[in-house]
């Protein structure tokens, strides 16, 4: 649930928004992430108008309620201002009609008032509440991001995840999230992954305890965000499990609704894992530039079994 007073607490000063009037309408629940100018909705055309959605008024509305007397602009107002409106904003800093106040006062509707105009407050507003009602979940694994592409290791506890980013981390490669991975579907299309503000730029290292990678590596090899690009799971090896050696099978997993590529890479002593995760995401990479290694592997050997048969059908032609 996501409220009025959440959002004004969050991003008031950054809007720079000031409150006039239904201070007790705080708690209002804010139920859409789509804000509304109310335009033809003043003039008596309702039709595909939703309540629901916080308004910006703007010198627009203003002057053109301004033409008419107090019973009617009060009849105007009433008709777009429901117990489900969660908010009203003013731009530009205008003074709001005095009937405006009134109603927002007595339905306990927040009426604020702001000095960007109403194009940066549509926008602007919109963005943020689009990221706060944007589909989120929470997974255990650590983020990097490794020649670009966001790479999330996970795997069981204790399996070498932290001490594999650790490595990533000495060569270069820069750290999103240890541990806790908040990931994040935006526009519907793409997932992003950060880190809680309580351990950003934080691991725990079993035998070390906690460390700041922004201090010990510098502020280079941390960043607060990152699109997630592909998963790996590490898991110690086991002789009994078959391992793709060639790679034509390409596997998938499912985060929010999203399929991200997903790789299994098993750990054992003598197998240089920060090395494995550079190869993995070069290699993904080279696939997103139309370069696949295995299936053009797999063409040449289609080709050259094709030749051989064709060479023996000409042999046993001529015997």
Known sequence: ??????????????????????????????????????????????KGFVTARILVVSRQEIEYLKAFDSKLRMQRLQSILTPSTPAVIVARGYRPPKE???????????????????????????FLLLEEFCPKVTLHGTLVEV???????????????????LGLIERGHRLISDDVVRVKKKEASYLVGSGPELTRHLMEIRGIGIINVAHLYGAVCVRPDKEIDIVVKLEEWDDQHFYDRVGLDEKF???????????????????????????????????????????????????????????????????
Request: glycine fraction near 10%; aromatic fraction near 6%; charged fraction near 20%.
């Open 1 to 46: 649930m996501y409220f009025v007073q959440t959002f004004y607490e969050q991003h008031g000063r950054y809007l720079g928004l000031e409150l006039l009037a239904g201070r007790a309408g705080m708690q209002k629940r804010i139920h859409k992430a789509e804000v509304h100018r109310p335009g033809l909705s003043l003039a008596g055309y309702l």
């Open 100 to 126: 405006l106040m009134l109603l927002c006062e007595k339905g306990h509707i927040p009426l604020f008032r702001a000095h960007a105009t109403a194009t940066h407050l549509l926008s602007q507003v919109t």
């Open 147 to 165: 020649f670009g592409v966001g790479v999330l290791i996970q795997g069981q506890s204790s399996v070498g995840k932290s001490e594999a980013a």
């Open 253 to 319: 997993i499912d985060i929010l609704g999203s399929s991200v590529p997903y790789h299994i890479l098993p750990v054992k002593p003598g197998r240089d894992v920060v090395l494995l995760l550079e190869t993995i995401a070069l290699n993904h990479r080279l696939k997103g530039m139309g370069y696949n290694s295995a299936k053009e592997f797999n063409v040449k050997l289609l080709e050259t079994i094709s030749r051989r048969q064709k060479k023996r059908v000409l042999r046993e032609s001529h015997a």
